[in-house]
């Protein structure tokens, strides 16, 4: 099985100012987007970030092929519990995810 | 007057541009040329400190070449945000090195500086007026709060801007600032479309980053009654119709809205098409004015006051075993540190992390397997100065610390001398707020010079 990291052309994330975090995913072309779209639920990454359902936001934006999620930092940007300031290595999470 | 140039050497003053991309852009007649010099993006340790996350000397030498750029160009320069953090006292840090270049550069000029900081007393009785109100998530805000931060700044939008840029002034140095607003406020103020101003301005606020090739730096746009069109000024990069709607999505929750002081711009019906290789053309943005007007606030305190230790482990039976070992070392230390310096644990925070396993995602983290060795962190956060004595008080545990008693006493690897570091003073965010504003200008004022 394919881990969605391997499915699609990227998967970023990054700090959305000091209290956000938001994930990208590029899918690279529409019968991936589509795919990814249909498949990827949003109780399975609000499980992989353990947050609840009212703090994540799903955006799908056919234009560009990429499925958005953002969500409030658990931790708020440099912390003294903050191990990751600018969030970029959660996407690793998204990217092993088995598809 | 429109359509109006605005010319952006790179996503931050300190980050470096390419400079034959910036003669290029200086050729190609900008109306001014814009750069961002801050941003909370590195933490709250800037703005609790009220210093520059760049250094000196990397901010001179590249404010020197924009400062002979406008002086071709013949256009007012005008950076935002000074020294990361934009507090007063990096405006004038800023203004002292702009008057050492204007000198070795023997060059005449008028300043004008925008201060962007705020006075706990002015916060606390705008927080008692209720003009004061917290975005989503925010620290719960009170006096105590208030009093306890060590720097509070508003962001200036379009029209602090604008201001400045109506004194004449050639150099405009700006505190805190949306990245946004140094880009916009020339086009807006000549008649431009205003979701396309503001469209623009967040697609360049980090440089060539809309475009193939983000190092180079130096990006154009042009903003007209319609729309804008950005192209990079260095030869080696493109701007596609995606490098440039995928900007949109970059360090932004909502890949559509964008909220500026005094309204909020909307991008769901607008379009990008490539006029040619390197040049995009966007038109559709709307910009929808609130009717209140508002800024947003920043604010940072003390965290408390850090030191930190490194042990690495490489023996087997430690590495496999390294989270029963702190567990254990962790229970062990917080009584030592009552017992023998009368510190509750109520007085300090003693974290450790396992670099090797999990340090990264923490709790999140889902491939974990034995590694070869495991660097063990120990972060000491206190109240007070006293994390370095209680770093003292682990050092020897952290090297000889043993998983069963009846076992000889084990030696790990102290890679340091001293073992312990002290990381000092450290801050966290206190406001995630906006403050309403009967006048744009009540929480800002600008001060002119001439050099």
Known sequence: MLTLGEKVRKIRSKNAGPFWITIDIFCGNKKIYKEVCNKLTNSEIINLLMISEQQLKRFEIDDLNVIKFSFPRKIIQGDIFDRDMHGAQLAVLLSEMKF | ?451
């Open chain 2, 1 to 451: 007057m429109i359509p109006i140039k605005v010319l952006v050497p790179s996503g931050v003053l300190g980050l470096g541009f390419d400079l034959e991309a910036l003669n290029n852009g200086v050729k190609n007649n900008p109306d001014i040329i814009s750069i961002d010099g801050g941003s909370t993006d590195s933490g709250p340790y800037s703005l609790g400190s009220g210093t520059s996350k760049y250094s000196r000397a990397a901010i001179k030498a590249e404010w020197k070449s924009l400062m002979i750029a406008r002086e071709k160009a013949n256009v007012p320069l005008v950076i935002g945000s000074c020294g990361t953090c934009g507090t007063n006292g990096m405006v004038d840090w800023m203004e002292n090195i702009t008057i050492e270049l204007a000198e070795e550069l023997n060059q005449n000029i008028k300043i004008a500086k925008l201060y962007c900081q705020q006075e706990k007393n002015f916060i606390k009785k705008n927080f008692q007026l209720s003009k004061i109100f917290p975005l989503n998530p925010a620290p719960m805000l009170n006096d105590q709060l208030i009093e306890e931060m060590t720097n509070i700044v508003a962001l200036a939008g379009a029209e602090q801007i604008q201001e400045c840029i109506n004194t004449g002034a050639e150099i405009i140095l700006a505190g805190r600032t949306t990245d946004t607003a140094i880009i916009s406020a020339l086009p807006l103020m000549k008649g431009a479309n205003p979701g396309s101003s503001w469209h623009g301005a967040k697609v360049v606020e980090c440089g060539a980053l809309c475009s193939t090739n983000p190092t180079s730096g130096v990006v154009m746009v042009e903003f007209d009654k319609t729309g804008f069109t950005v192209e990079p000024m260095s030869k080696n990069a493109f701007c596609t119709s995606e490098t440039v709607a995928a900007h949109m999505l970059y360090e932004n929750a909502d890949p559509y809205i964008l909220h500026e002081p005094g309204g909020y711009m909307d991008v769901t019906y607008s379009n990008y098409y490539n006029i040619d290789k390197k040049k995009v053309r966007v038109e559709g943005a709307k910009w929808h004015p609130s009717k209140q007007y508002s800024v947003k606030l920043e604010g940072a305190k003390i965290a408390g006051y850090q030191s930190s230790l490194l042990v690495l482990l490489r023996d087997k039976k430690y590495v496999e075993n390294v989270k029963k070992w702190t567990d254990k070392l962790s229970k062990f230390l917080k009584k030592e540190i009552n017992e023998r310096m009368d510190i509750d644990t109520s007085e300090y925070s003693l974290e450790f992390r396992h670099i090797g396993l999990n340090s990264t995602l923490g709790e999140l983290e889902k491939n974990i397997r034995s590694p070869v060795e495991v660097g063990v962190l120990c972060l000491i956060t206190s109240k007070n100065q006293i994390s370095t004595e209680i770093a003292k008080l682990i050092n020897p545990f952290l090297l000889h610390f043993p998983l069963s008693s009846n076992e000889e006493l084990p030696t790990f690897a102290f890679p340091f001398s001293p073992v312990h570091s002290d990381r000092g003073c450290v801050y966290e965010f206190a406001l995630n707020h906006i403050l309403e504003l009967d006048n744009p200008m009540d929480a800002f004022q600008i001060e002119i010079l001439e050099v």
